[in-house]
């Protein structure tokens, strides 16, 4: 029987790409790693780690507040309300029945009053600095995408223009995760750290500070498979809004986080940070529009970005756009 902590990063059999190396490079190689796995390691992506770490402390200051103070930051519960906002361990559900232990803050607006600034001074500046950096990595990448799919290079980023600017306008999410740790007495079939799914974005761009069960199913394959951790890299996956425009060449990766079996990984607590980049709402996903030659178009209904996203959001229980 495998080890459970055999990961595809000791088997060496995850595409890591460098983002120092020239633009045309890192489209080639992300061509080769989203078309084939459907996720990528990046590492020189320009992130400061420390700034990544600043960040977890700041939401561990969130947790640590009452339950009172932290629901008054509650999310809508509405499954078409706004993804701004508190979501606390157990709300949400991705595969309808298994509780997710987690602390999620959805960030899709940037002003003051709409962050616990008050609580923790400091956060709302710390935050818009960090998003302006994931929004310019999100540009690089947008860039790196279109040549890499042979459009013109500001194809994406012309229909992504206001990433977390105006969330009347755009989706773009950052969310901070903390995975409390597991005691013993809740480790069972019960519970779960974040169900299977897929993004609904074009990409996301994941932060990890720790090996604590991501995982993954490759195309084409039913087994799950643990990514494991690589200090400082940030994970990229494409999600269902990219599926559509590429006609599945980019497909969207199926990945979950378990409680994992190991008791010092699971009673160490997990943080994350999402940045779920999504196009402008009114942005139409048209796969006519890239000449991509694998065509498995089943629809002529062209939908804009924002309905593609709720239909996918309604269908999940009690999950917001990610
Ligand atoms: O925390 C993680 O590693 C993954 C979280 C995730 O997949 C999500 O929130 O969509
Ligand atoms: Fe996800």
Same mark, same amino acid.
């Given at each position: 029987?495998?080890?459970?902590?055999?990961? @595809?990063?000791?088997?060496?059999?995850?595409?890591?790409?460098?983002?120092?190396?020239?633009?045309?490079?890192?489209?080639? /190689?992300? =061509?080769?790693?989203?078309?084939?796995? !459907?996720?990528?390691? @990046?590492?020189?992506?320009?992130?400061? /780690?420390?700034?990544?770490?600043?960040?977890?402390?700041?939401?561990?200051?969130?947790?640590?507040?009452?339950?009172?103070?932290?629901?008054?930051?509650?999310?809508?519960?509405?499954?078409? !309300?706004?993804?701004?906002?508190?979501?606390?361990?157990? %709300?949400?559900?991705?595969?309808? =029945?298994?509780?997710?232990?987690?602390?999620?803050?959805?960030?899709?607006?940037?002003? +003051?009053?709409?962050?616990?600034?008050?609580?923790?001074?400091?956060?709302?500046?710390?935050?818009?600095?960090?998003?302006?950096?994931? /929004?310019?990595?999100?540009?690089?990448?947008?860039?790196?995408?279109?040549?890499?799919?042979?459009?013109?290079?500001?194809?994406?980023?012309?229909?992504?223009?206001?990433?977390?600017?105006? +969330?009347?306008?755009?989706?773009?999410?950052?969310? %901070? @995760?903390?995975?409390?740790?597991?005691?013993?007495?809740?480790?069972?079939?019960?519970?779960?750290?974040?169900?299977?799914?897929? +993004?609904?974005?074009?990409?996301?761009?994941?932060?990890?500070?720790?090996?604590?069960?991501?995982?993954?199913?490759?195309?084409?394959?039913?087994?799950?498979?643990?990514? !494991?951790?690589?200090?400082?890299?940030?994970?990229?996956?494409?999600?269902?809004?990219?599926?559509?425009?590429?006609?599945?060449?980019?497909?969207? @990766?199926?990945?979950?986080?378990?409680?994992?079996?190991?008791?010092?990984?699971?009673? =160490?607590?997990?943080?994350?940070?999402?940045?779920?980049?999504?196009?402008?709402?009114?942005?139409?996903?048209?796969?006519?529009?890239? /000449?991509?030659?694998?065509?498995?178009?089943?629809? +002529?209904?062209?939908?804009?970005?924002?309905?593609?996203?709720?239909?996918?959001?309604? !269908?999940?229980?009690?999950?917001?756009?990610?």
């Amino acid at each position: 029987m495998k080890s459970e902590t055999e990961t @595809l990063l000791l088997q060496n059999a995850v595409p890591i790409i460098d983002l120092e190396n020239t633009i045309e490079d890192v489209a080639t /190689n992300l =061509r080769e790693a989203l078309s084939e796995k !459907g996720y990528a390691l @990046l590492i020189n992506h320009g992130i400061s /780690n420390e700034k990544i770490k600043k960040a977890w402390k700041y939401f561990d200051g969130f947790v640590d507040l009452t339950d009172e103070v932290k629901l008054a930051f509650e999310r809508s519960k509405a499954p078409d !309300g706004e993804n701004h906002g508190y979501v606390s361990p157990g %709300m949400e559900r991705f595969d309808g =029945r298994t509780p997710e232990l987690r602390h999620a803050y959805n960030i899709c607006k940037l002003q +003051d009053k709409f962050l616990p600034e008050q609580q923790l001074p400091g956060f709302s500046r710390h935050i818009n600095s960090l998003v302006d950096d994931f /929004n310019e990595l999100g540009r690089f990448i947008l860039k790196a995408l279109a040549i890499s799919l042979d459009a013109p290079p500001s194809f994406f980023t012309d229909k992504h223009s206001f990433m977390l600017s105006d +969330d009347r306008f755009n989706l773009t999410t950052l969310r %901070m @995760l903390f995975y409390p740790p597991v005691e013993d007495q809740d480790h069972g079939r019960s519970f779960i750290r974040c169900g299977a799914h897929a +993004d609904y974005c074009t990409f996301t761009l994941l932060a990890q500070d720790s090996e604590g069960g991501l995982e993954v199913k490759l195309r084409g394959s039913d087994k799950w498979e643990r990514v !494991g951790h690589l200090p400082g890299a940030l994970f990229i996956n494409c999600g269902e809004t990219m599926a559509i425009w590429t006609d599945q060449f980019y497909h969207a @990766l199926q990945h979950r986080v378990v409680i994992p079996d190991q008791v010092d990984i699971r009673h =160490r607590g997990r943080h994350s940070i999402a940045y779920f980049c999504h196009p402008d709402n009114s942005a139409l996903i048209n796969p006519k529009d890239l /000449n991509i030659t694998t065509k498995q178009t089943t629809s +002529d209904v062209i939908q804009n970005a924002y309905d593609i996203t709720m239909a996918l959001a309604k !269908g999940a229980f009690a999950h917001h756009y990610s």
